[in-house]
Structure formats: structure tokens, C-alpha cells
């Protein structure tokens, strides 16, 4: 991971207005070089103001039509509203005041409303809501994953994209029209932030229709025509046109980092305009584009990037494209998912398009893969039986695993072997059977084995479920012990273990579930005579507080102040505390993303990206650790 070590100087790249008689340009932006998250202004004579200063993340951030206002998103009263404040960064006030997630806001022409995205109904949904009104409108009802809404010029319709089936693509929403939402783009292609021209007569917006570049388009409205004005092979996000029409502001990846950038669409230059290996994110300008003044701001820190270790910092994922990521956070391997049911759903017959894509975006990023392997085809399980149920025929199992070994021999480190099979909801729906798990392991062992020896093989992280409530749930201790009963000794490389808690890393108690149950897994190894094997946490984290009904773990989570702090201090407690666990893999980095996952679902609360992707406290935190 990266180590804090904070320069004396940020140098900034800036292009405004050389009229004498224009008004002084104000780049707006938000960055985290100071925290959390904070909304920066930087003048035309290099002038750099923290305007929010708060330990709580406050971003995308974006002027009122006449410059007086400011509209952002803040954490600082424990969830994502939406918050205006003045232009100098006085009298902040929270618009919005909903304990669901409200993010992504956008002014309308004439200043008097704002329109965002809201989770208040369980999934990302468009609202409106008046500045001086404490009532928000509802826009659109639907299943879909609705995004960075934006209002038209004349007021009288709303850009946005929306994910539906699993495509993201932009739509106009007619607010004249009973809020009929109408496709911009061809079906073919991809569409993401769609932003208005000052004049109304085109959109601009990131398109994409594979996965080797990420492209700036604008579409003509009047005539439909698409012109590409820009092409990377990186992440890039955060349009926005200047005043004038000639600039398009956006976030690009330079050299590992997030930093500012403008396109002219006349010539097609693009200039970098931030130089930092902080987050530098949603750049708004008031005024015009020129020639500011390159400024040393020593005020301002700066860390250095990140620098990978030999100790294996993994993270669970759920969007392949946000794999670039752990190269920011200093993380070396991703975690993946290869489900055989889905792969071989006629015998011998394979689809390898979800683990190839693993792949690929794994090693686009550089990074070492786990790969997790569960799930059971109809053909190869028990009849009327779950997708989680182990194979009938081990044989089918062995061939399936020699086949997933051959294909990516060299590229996979390693392979875990089913998923928290301690729990029957993950074993078929059937009272969890160590030994048999034993045996399913085995095969997995040798199959790998023969095709990639240098493979790894990593044991199912059983949940940690402490004494279990037999037979439906076995306790994680007596399922590993199980597994050395059973002759699993000699059979993987690694003991995989998940750890959750609600305690900080450093409380233990025979009494609660902790973060040091791991140390007593290690225990039963040892008892064993398994000293030489190491342990693999494959999972670990801490969910945040919601106020959603999360079912059994509704009284559970921490603010985000308190998640950063205790994975912070989990990765210190490994280091110091525990030689034997040779990998950590963070559950997780970006399911709050996912559009699979509801609102009220409690994977998303694990995550340390927001779901309008900025970055929570723990991901700023573990990328200057």
C-alpha cells in the first residue's frame, strides 16, 4: 500500500480567458488531498481555498447558473445528501435531508431547483426539489439504475443515463411529456454522463462499444450526428461543458492518478489541469478558458503514489471496469468469481466469457487473481436440487477444474474452492458436511494440480458463525476441524478464511464474533500439525449504519469515519500481530455500484466507493496508508 508522504507543493496546470474585461475565472473541483473529500476553488492568479474543509467527504461539487451558489454532495451528517452552500463556501445547508442516499446533483437553467438521483425508494431513482422548498419530487419509477441526471438549457427536459439489462445507455426525460423517457443513442452504443451544450443543440457524453477505449462523443440533436472527440484506453468521467462551448471539462487517469482535464473541441488538444496523485474529480469553471497562472500551494498536501507490497492486498470487486482502481489504492490482486453453472450448462460444452473478462481486466491493472469457484450445473447436481448443491459425480467436478486450470495456466494465482460452506444456503440447502466439503476440495486439489502446479489452492472461507445453530449452520471452527478429520490436510495451500465483525480489529471476546477469530482458526491448524500453511483472508470488512432494514444485521454497522479507521488498523493487526496470514482480500470495493444490488441490501454497505463512485473515507485512507 501507498505511504503517506506529503509534499510541500501541488502544481496546477490551468488554461482561462485572457480578456481583460471577462469576469476572473473560478475552477471548481473536488479533491481529497486535504481528507476525506473536500470542494477546492482555484482563481486565475493560482489562488487555491478549501471551501468545505470538513472531515466527512464532501464532492460534485457545481455553480448555480449565476455563480453565487455552489451544489455538492456531503457525508458529513452520516449519509449522502445534497447540500448548496454560498460561493465563498459560507452558509452550507442540507437541501435534501432524507436518510437515503441522495447524490449527483444538477441545477436547473434558471437556478431554482435541483435535480439528483435519490435511493429513497429503494433504487436509484431521478427527483427534483425547489431550493427554498424542504420537499423533493419523485421523476421516474422503475427497476433500472438511473445516473448524473442533467437539465436542459431550456428547462424543459432532463439527460440522463440508465442501466437496463444490464446496458447503460442515455435517455431524455420530457418533463412536458408526463416524464416520458426517450433513447439518445444507437442501440449499439454504451452511454454514460450525458451533459447539455450551453446552447441546448448538442450532449455530450462518454460512450463506449467495447472494452479497448472509452470515448467523448457529442451528438447533435438536431441533426443526430455522432462525432468521437476523444479516445483513452483509461477511465474517464465527470463531463462538463464550459460557459462558453468551447471546452469540455472532464477526469481522466494520468499516470495512476485521477487529475483534471480539457478538451478544445476545435483543435482537439486536451490539457491536463491538475498534477496530483490525490483524487482530483468533477471540475466546474465559471468564466472562461485562458492561460492561468502554475502556482506552488504549500499549503495543500500531497502524498506520494502508491507502492505495491509482497504481502498480498486483494479486493473483492463486482464492475470489471473499476479493476484500474487497485493500482490506486496500492492493492495487488483482485478476487473473481467463476460460477460452473453458468459456464458448463451442457456437459463438455464451456462458455468462458465471465472468467476470460476476469482476466483481462485483471491484468489490464496489473494485478495477481483469486479466483473463487462455485456453483453446480442442473445436469451435474443432485435432482430438484439448489445451484449451491456440491456435484453428484466428483469426476464431472475434476474435469470441469482441469479444463478452468488449463485454460488460464500461468495467468491465475489462485483458486478458492466454494464459498462459506459451513452455511447450508450454501451447500445445497442441505446440513453442512465438513467432510464432504473434505472431498470436494481433493478433487478440486488434484485437478488444478495437474494442469498448473504452480496454481495455488485456497479452502472456502467458511463464514464466521460462531458456535452455529446446527444442522442448518455449522460454527466455523468445528467446520475447519471437520475438514482435518476428513484427511483436507495436504489438500490446499492456503486456509481461507472470512472475516467480519462489528468490533474494532483489536476487541476480542469468547462471547462476540470478532476480527481475531482468525487467530483461533489458526489454533485448530496448529493442533493439526499444519504450522507450514499459511492462512488467506478472502474476505473482510465492515458494513456501514443504514437506516434500511438489513434483516439480521440491521443493528449492525459503523460510520464511515469508523469503517476507514478499523481497516486500517485490521491491515496494521496483520502485519504486526499475525506472520502466518499471507493475503488480505477487502470485501469489498464498489458493490454499492452494482445494479443487482438494492439499496437494502447489505452487501452494498461493505463497500468503500459510494455509489455515485466517489471515494469513502476507508478508500482515502488505505490509499495513503
Not at 436542459?152 to 427536459?157: A, E, L, Y
Not at 491536463?272 to 492561460?291: C, H, I, R, V, Y
Not at 469457484?373 to 449451491?388: F, L, N
Not at 477469530?517 to 489454533?523: D, E, H, T, Y
Request: charged share 20%.
Amino acid at each position: 500500500m501507498a505511504v503517506s508522504r506529503f509534499l510541500p507543493f501541488v502544481i496546477l496546470l490551468l488554461l482561462v480567458s485572457s480578456c481583460s474585461n471577462s469576469p476572473s475565472p473560478v475552477l471548481l473541483f473536488a479533491s481529497d488531498r486535504a481528507g476525506n473529500g473536500d470542494i477546492f476553488a482555484l482563481d486565475a492568479r493560482g489562488n487555491l481555498s478549501n471551501l468545505t474543509n470538513t472531515p466527512n467527504g464532501d464532492w460534485a461539487p457545481k455553480w448555480s447558473p449565476d455563480g453565487k451558489q455552489i451544489v455538492f454532495t456531503s457525508h458529513r451528517e452520516g449519509q449522502s445528501d445534497v447540500w448548496l452552500m454560498d460561493a465563498g463556501g459560507g452558509n452550507p445547508r442540507n437541501l435534501s435531508q432524507n436518510p437515503a442516499w441522495d447524490y449527483s446533483p444538477s441545477w436547473s437553467p434558471d437556478g431554482t431547483q435541483i435535480v439528483f438521483i435519490s435511493e429513497r425508494d429503494g433504487d436509484a431513482e431521478v427527483f427534483i426539489q425547489a431550493t427554498d422548498s424542504p420537499t423533493a419530487t419523485q421523476l421516474t419509477f422503475n427497476e433500472h439504475q438511473d445516473k448524473l441526471p442533467n437539465w436542459s438549457p431550456d428547462g424543459d427536459k432532463i439527460a440522463l443515463a440508465s442501466i437496463i439489462n444490464g446496458r447503460e445507455q442515455i435517455y431524455s426525460l420530457d418533463l412536458k411529456a408526463q416524464n416520458a423517457l426517450s433513447p439518445l443513442l444507437p442501440p449499439d452504443l454504451n452511454g454514460a454522463n450525458p451533459v447539455w451544450s450551453p446552447g441546448g443543440k448538442e450532449i455530450a457524453f462518454i460512450g463506449w462499444q467495447n472494452s479497448a477505449t472509452i470515448d467523448i462523443y457529442t451528438l447533435n440533436l438536431q441533426t443526430q450526428e455522432l462525432n468521437k472527440r476523444y479516445s483513452d484506453t483509461a477511465w474517464i468521467g465527470s463531463l462538463n461543458w464550459s460557459a462558453d462551448g468551447q471546452w469540455l471539462l472532464f477526469t481522466g487517469r494520468k499516470n495512476r492518478n485521477h487529475d483534471l482535464m480539457a478538451l478544445n473541441l476545435a483543435s482537439g488538444q486536451v490539457r491536463q489541469l491538475t498534477n496530483s496523485p490525490a483524487w482530483d474529480d468533477f471540475p466546474a469553471l465559471k468564466g472562461k478558458m485562458g492561460e492561468f497562472a502554475s502556482g506552488e500551494h504549500s499549503s495543500i498536501r500531497k502524498f506520494a503514489p502508491s507502492q505495491i507490497r509482497p504481502f498480498i492486498y486483494g479486493v473483492n470487486l463486482a464492475d470489471l471496469a473499476n479493476a484500474y482502481l487497485i493500482q490506486d489504492i496500492g492493492f495487488s490482486a483482485i478476487k473473481g468469481y467463476v460460477n460452473w453453472a453458468t459456464i458448463e450448462t451442457t456437459p463438455g460444452a464451456y462458455r468462458w466469457t465471465d472468467p476470460d473478462n476476469v482476466l483481462r481486466a485483471a491484468e489490464g491493472a496489473g494485478a495477481a487473481v483469486l479466483l473463487r469457484v462455485h456453483g453446480t450445473p442442473q445436469w451435474a447436481r443432485p435432482p430438484d436440487s439448489s445451484q449451491s448443491s456440491p456435484p453428484a459425480n466428483q469426476e464431472d467436478f475434476a474435469r470441469f477444474m482441469r479444463q478452468l486450470a488449463r485454460r488460464y495456466r500461468g495467468r491465475v494465482t489462485a483458486y478458492e474452492i466454494w464459498n462459506e460452506p459451513n452455511l447450508n444456503y450454501e451447500w445445497g440447502y442441505r446440513a453442512p458436511d465438513p467432510a464432504e466439503y473434505a472431498e470436494l476440495l481433493k478433487t478440486a486439489y488434484q485437478a488444478i494440480k495437474a494442469e498448473d502446479p504452480a496454481a495455488l489452492v485456497v479452502s472456502a472461507g467458511p463464514a464466521p458463525t460462531g458456535e452455529g445453530k446446527p444442522p442448518e449452520v455449522l460454527g466455523d471452527l468445528d467446520f475447519i476441524e471437520g475438514m482435518y478429520q476428513a484427511g483436507a490436510k495436504g489438500y490446499f495451500d492456503a486456509l481461507g478464511s472470512h472475516l467480519y465483525s462489528n468490533f474494532p480489529p483489536d476487541f476480542d471476546s469468547p462471547a462476540e464474533i470478532t476480527f481475531a477469530r482468525v487467530a483461533k482458526q489458526r489454533q485448530i491448524m496448529l493442533k493439526y500439525e499444519d504450522a507450514d500453511t499459511p492462512v488467506w483472508i478472502t474476505e473482510m470488512g465492515w458494513s456501514l449504519k443504514t437506516h434500511w432494514d438489513l434483516g439480521e444485521y440491521h443493528n449492525q454497522g459503523l460510520s464511515e469515519l469508523e469503517q476507514a479507521q478499523y481497516l486500517q488498523r485490521a491491515y496494521q493487526k496483520i502485519q504486526t500481530d499475525w506472520p502466518w496470514v499471507e493475503a488480505a482480500f477487502l470485501f469489498n470495493l464498489d458493490f454499492s455500484l452494482a445494479p443487482w444490488y438494492k439499496a437494502n441490501q447489505q452487501m452494498r454497505w461493505y463497500a468503500i466507493l459510494n455509489p455515485d463512485r466517489t471515494p469513502r473515507p476507508a478508500y482515502v485512507t488505505l490509499r495513503k496508508y
